[in-house]
């Protein structure tokens, strides 16, 4: 059900498993939510005794990063994990090298937006690519997002997030000639109805080149603009 | 239940009727959709008895006006009954001399939403307004919105219409000073569900000054718009 | 995504941000949910050292607000600073002169709608409104409506706040000369669903002249009403 | 799964049938909508045959019942035969003696509603009740309700019927003391959704003594009215 | 918005007032769920001042009652407040003697089902009804319910309360020869969907002689029902 | 995406396909909704001559039954093809012999859910199963239902197919020791929602050993009973 | 309306409750969330004096069993009775001998369905069926799948659970010749809102012979399966 | 509102425009649902006229092509004009040169899915692009897609589509390194709710690389592909 151990499968058809691999040249990914910290740390170890040493851990909030942490205390991969508490993010080890097509750009509609982003961020950084981060530039305020035109444009591919009305994706859309993948988020209150708003206005856009993942996915964002973006 | 004769209610408290007049100084307003080409000429024949000569009726298909213009044939008002297919209205008389405090500009996302646009700027013509219409300036290719933007800004109230993600309202909401009438359009398909996704955007408008009618509601939008406009 | 600095935007676009300054007469605005004590302190001494002395901020807890201030203490503008529990929101400075065509009414259904009210009226005095509060007037017992009808006709501009079922919109809207905000709330249980009932039922509205803003949003209503008592 | 032959069901547990036919001292009903003009004539001629002279069909459209007429020329029953276009009912035979605690309102908010009122009038005649009709008098012009107010308040049950916003329900339950039945209809268009906004306004009115039935059930509103006005 | 002092409302039309007071011949109604301990207290000695000596508050949890309690100590009506936790009632002074035309039947599908039926049970007894309880006989086990049929069959009106699937509605309908009110409430897990599964259930339920209230309103029903039963 | 040709899938796993046609000792069925004419009766030819003589075709009305049959005209086949229109479906050659453990019960609420019934009865017959028809036994006159219950008792599997308010398969739930397979239908109007009302009342079921197929997939259920009918 | 007591009940007509005992050689279920310890606690001393010695309780948490656990100290049922935190279920006594005519597999996509799992699988064992647990197969890395393809082969039904987009249930349902009951779960978040999108896709999927049970029901899952399991 | 001419917008900012047409090497695109004949003739003159000698026409049915084609007789361009019935295209001149990365797989779950298919088909072919076509490869018959698992492995962008239960982008996204671009389709019955339950099942989706369009959106898909081909 989980999105754990993606990279890692032994697919046993062909050699797909390797395929990946070779692909996203990076470490394994742990969708830490649903586990708590002994299981994560144990994960954790044995990867590290198995010789993959990096590891990113995915929506793991500070208190479990912490209990993890002390579970590894005097273990020699300790001092090699760090916690990034805007991303909800764990980093065992470090990121593949930014081997891609170019930047990704990660643009948000406001400032509450930022976990998801920085979680889009982070896995894209962690798979191997250099980031843009573009944020609070919504379309009520518009010349905010011009500003940045020109950056967003050098991207390669555009991840755009945003709550409420979700109206970024459209408008980014029809800015950029680079792939769009919109990622609706949770932020709102009321007629938002944690995401839907945002999530058909994405799936309506009139913007051509836009494509959607679920609620607050950031994961899955950074996931497939690191596949674009590693395309060959 | 329906809109019908929404001027001339003789509302017994105070004169509000009398005030409602005052401040609009327009004719009468039918609702067309759910009545017959019978009972609108006899409604419009009422009217013109009654020393009511301008009437507007919305909502009404091209074979129906047909019927009513065969109905009125000979009577002294037939002559001075005429059908605007694309906004299905059908006027009696003329529209009250323009006497508000500017313009009214009406802007959507797409042709598709003209007959929208239509019905909302014929309303807001017949309740004595001058209407900008600025069309198919839809944020996918948000350069034809900036092309339009001095023109849009010099009207008093603008009404935003727009189908699929309805991001439109917000774009426009962030760029002008002038109140926003936002109208979600059934114009779409897929998951933008009969306008649910352009509603559900308005209201989740990120923009300050937004408010937001019902879906296809271009009447209410011209009405409350003309409201605004005359104030004093 | 936010609505903050809504006022202070400098859009780059001919003279909007001058435009919308003048026009309000007002400070700024912050919305304060996503925002922790720090955050708010900073934006208020922020502005505070740019010489805008006058700024509103909503959705902050009373809790919040307690912190802000603490952190605000030994500050100049400390003693500027105060909270209204009802409303939801905190001053600095002083509201705008009332200078609008006339006062706005808030009307309520209930007394739970009295939070999301006092939002409204709070945030159109602050923009330079007098304020006309009737609330507990829902339409189960419409002689309480009746008795107000007077007071509530005086205003210009009209903001009717209902959870339910959100009759008083449509109620309203049949008696009144002004235009309408409708702003549903999440007041109910069981099938009132967070305030859909409340908001379909103000969308559906037989009144003429009603738009509805988002769920619970009295900061939307007084902010669109005091757009419209500006009109000139 | 239908509503057909409701009342002559031998249950066979104590005398419930009994009970019903002596309460409500009326014939048969047969809900129309999924027979054919051959089965209904086949059911109107049993009936007959059986000794049941009186029998109600609802939801049978003006070709279905022009069919079934045709069908029943020659046979003894054809001339007591009758159709009501406006309630899609047909009746053969004769309506029981109205023998309630007093009349029953029934009270719509357009004319649109009218082919449900109608069902629930004819309904309730059939079963042996006087039937006030009130129709038109929505709450956007609450002056024709008020109008009528005495009259409503004379009723021993008032059925309240209205499509769009159905804030007719709350209204009227406010001003009687006599049980509300509300019937949602599915008039409008837009975000009333086939009924589903009047049908959550009502279920949340705010007024007490207030029940709903079904979307567009003027039948099943006709029954239970009746079933309330031969109460003893 | 709220329901409280639905019974003491001065509508100054007619004699409305008296009408619901003649026919009740019960006291006051507060609806407590949004209310403080104070505001209760402060209504409830408001009222016995005035003369009102019998109040009842619905939707009070226990914690709140015992505050009300400690406030009114000292006060001469202090040990005339008395609290009923299983139907989350409190009330002051007494039930109205039973005067209906028999009594009224409350019956549910399960235990869980048990706090609306008590809130359904205590107000129509405060409203001068016998009730009686028939609790726990869901369809799935129909004997327990044919086991009390003869018992619910003795009553005049039938509060039939479910969650789940509500199918309780629709069994009982078809086996009394009373009007049903029919409540969902908010019982069950997953696709029960907080009570809308029940109350779809309801509202379709092909038996004739049975309205559907709001989910979990247990007061809407008593309210009802004793308005049936005391019809004349 | 279709179910066609579901058991002669040469899965080239193991010997699955084996396995289910041993088990199912039947031919094959295709399902003929977006399949023309033309379409079927070469799927129809192509099996004949393949050797597997006995094909059902489901969701197929009457008129491109007629025109598959004049397609097949003069083939060795035609004369074994036949079109059973209550089920809208058609056989070519015919049925398994019945050699399950039992009878299968097939039960619907009302006449309406008759096709569905039917597709549920034929698909089993198809696969090997003497079938119970027991029709028009809703729980509204529930009496009915008992007058049937020993011969729904005989019965190996139950299938329980309803509309509206779908109670029926909680009621005979409650009342079989044997597994039961409920089928919602699209029978119904207003809030019945095209089955969604009787779908989420047989997921919500009370009673035990009730499972659920898509709103009217007769077809679905009658496969599944008849697998759970050959256990061994 | 709950399922307490589901083999228990003696249901008076003809001898149902005798059959259901026979066939599942089973001893009682309560469920127990909405009991309280002394409630669960009472029921087991009941049932242990009435000679009843196997019982289970589900939906029961840790606490919630401590609690029965300290009340039952030195009863004589104390140290026969025992909690399996993985299924939120306590067993009094002991599972039924296994006596079905094979296996059941459990088969799960992730590791968070695990609790649905073993509730359904303790529900198994205590009605007497060896169970096959196959956890954390999910479709996204389908090799797991397959690896276990023959283990799963081997089971006489198979429930098949999974959350997200519950994509499980059709592909095993593809794959296997047995009956397939489907428990989507509330696993997930965003777009997966509490299990919906996994009800829906298990309701439509293209596989024959699956059925499906309400969000999260491993309990009817397992009471199903047991059923199907001792058919004969 | 519309997607037309979305590859030839002058969007003013930057040279954007110029971009994009370098990037796609193609010529331009029409949506053609709702214009009729005479717009879409018109259209393509005017493009053949100003020397864009290549455009696409999608959401064309048969009977509009037949349309525009008599109205183009004659033309110069008119023997250069062809319609796809099964991908309701229709081309004016040639496909552009395919030059992307590699083949771009276009996979459906059924034969019901490829009008969608092949519009995504067409339109990729349109853009430039090699397409190889695997179709009716659903998951219940899961061999049919391991059959062609190597052929959909060769491509460097997968279009997943399917409706019903979509659980094809999710076996797809486990098995593929390519980025998957998922269509839900309207293909079903019952409880697909018209794409919905495909849609929430790939939004789901538990594999990594997995976006999702709007139900039905084959161009969206095709461009999409296209752009991600074209990466370098």
Not at 121 to 139: K, Q
Not at 140 to 149: M, S
Not at 214 to 232: E, L, P, R, T
Request: aromatic content about 6%.
């Amino acid at each position: 059900m989980e999105n754990e151990n993606r990279n890692s499968l032994d697919l046993g058809y062909a050699n797909l498993d390797l395929d990946r691999k070779r692909r996203t040249g990076a470490g394994e990914v742990i969708f830490g939510q649903s586990k708590d910290s002994e299981q994560i740390a144990g994960i954790l170890t044995g990867f590290w005794n198995s010789g993959e040493k990096n590891v990113l851990v995915t929506r793991i909030d500070e208190e479990k990063a912490e209990a993890v942490k002390a579970l590894l205390a005097g273990h020699s991969l300790a001092d090699r994990f760090q916690y990034f508490p805007d991303a909800r993010i764990a980093l065992l080890g470090q990121n593949a090298p930014a081997d891609g097509l170019g930047p990704i750009a990660v643009v948000t509609g406001g400032t509450s937006d930022i976990p998801v982003a920085e979680e889009a961020a982070r896995t894209a950084e962690f798979l191997g690519n250099d980031v843009i981060r573009v944020y609070d530039v919504g379309v009520a305020g518009i010349h905010r997002l011009f500003d940045k035109l020109e950056l967003i444009r050098s991207a390669k591919v555009v991840i755009a997030i945003a709550g409420m009305e979700g109206a970024l994706a459209s408008v980014v859309g029809g800015l950029v000639s680079a792939p769009v993948i919109a990622v609706p988020t949770s932020v709102g209150y009321g007629a938002s109805f944690g995401g839907i708003s945002a999530l058909l206005s994405m799936l309506n856009s009139c913007a051509s080149g836009v494509s959607v993942v679920n609620i607050d996915n950031g994961f899955g964002a950074g996931y497939q603009a690191s596949m674009i973006n590693h395309m060959k």
